[in-house]
């Protein structure tokens, strides 16, 4: 874990968060700032600084944090439809340098997004 890390002081518990799920490997919780009526982060445990320093080692975990947005859709009642999105790097908007996917629904996305 990274010291400076939001998102580590949150898996610490340095900061509170409004979890939603949580196993050994994957977390999910509210987005402090919504940009949908649903918006929730989900976020390995391991520290990796966002999808490009992903290793073959990570596959799994990529794969958990994909399933458990999915289950998190179904029971939030996004049926109608949802986004999940990863940025990576500045110019496309990550500001958090952990890994982390939004769940986004509630509402019509549009296209393109941003």
């Given at each position: 874990m990274s010291q400076?890390?939001?998102?580590?002081?949150?898996?610490?518990g340095d900061i509170p968060a409004?979890?939603?799920y949580e196993d050994s490997d994957v977390i999910a919780?509210?987005?402090i700032s919504p940009e949908a009526p649903t918006h929730i982060l989900v976020i390995p445990r391991k520290h990796i600084s966002g999808p490009?320093?992903?290793t073959e080692e990570d596959k799994d975990l990529m794969g958990k944090l994909v399933k458990v947005g999915v289950d998190l859709a179904k029971e939030f009642g996004l049926?109608?439809?949802y986004r999940l999105v990863m940025n990576d790097g500045k110019r496309a908007g990550q500001t958090?340098?952990?890994l982390h996917m939004h769940l986004l629904g509630g509402r019509?996305?549009?296209?393109?997004?941003?």
């Amino acid at each position: 874990m990274s010291q400076d890390c939001i998102f580590c002081k949150i898996l610490r518990g340095d900061i509170p968060a409004s979890l939603l799920y949580e196993d050994s490997d994957v977390i999910a919780f509210k987005d402090i700032s919504p940009e949908a009526p649903t918006h929730i982060l989900v976020i390995p445990r391991k520290h990796i600084s966002g999808p490009a320093a992903l290793t073959e080692e990570d596959k799994d975990l990529m794969g958990k944090l994909v399933k458990v947005g999915v289950d998190l859709a179904k029971e939030f009642g996004l049926s109608d439809g949802y986004r999940l999105v990863m940025n990576d790097g500045k110019r496309a908007g990550q500001t958090v340098f952990h890994l982390h996917m939004h769940l986004l629904g509630g509402r019509t996305m549009t296209w393109p997004p941003g």
